[in-house]
């Protein structure tokens, strides 16, 4: 079992940490490709503000566009957002020519 840190943005941390997110969306880029099940993520959005996750499944696409018609957007995020404004955010991080040259995870988490 390893412990990964990442950092989110306050919105998207507060829906993990709420329990709403469910599913941590990242480029299935080397760091990424290194998690395992069981793993711990940790997730910060300050220095002082962080929470753990158990992951306890990796889903693997090709895009994130591919990935959001298998899941509804309440466990991607927060049912405030639709699948086009959580798609149009990603794609500014990880744009698509990123997305076809390493794929996309899929992180399903367990709060602690």
Do not use: C, W
Request: no cysteine; glycine share 4%; net charge positive.
């Amino acid at each position: 079992m390893a412990i990964h840190k990442m950092n989110l943005q306050p919105k998207y941390f507060d829906f993990i940490k709420d329990g709403t997110k469910r599913i941590e969306l990242r480029l299935y880029d080397e760091k990424r490709s290194q998690i395992q099940l069981d793993d711990i993520i940790e997730f910060s959005k300050s220095e002082q503000d962080k929470i753990r996750t158990k992951v306890v499944g990796l889903l693997r696409y090709k895009s994130f566009k591919d990935l959001f018609e298998d899941f509804d957007i309440s466990i991607l995020a927060d049912q405030t957002m639709t699948k086009t404004e959580l798609l149009n955010v990603l794609q500014k991080f990880y744009p698509p020519d990123k997305q076809a040259k390493y794929g996309v995870v899929g992180i399903r988490l367990q709060l602690f």
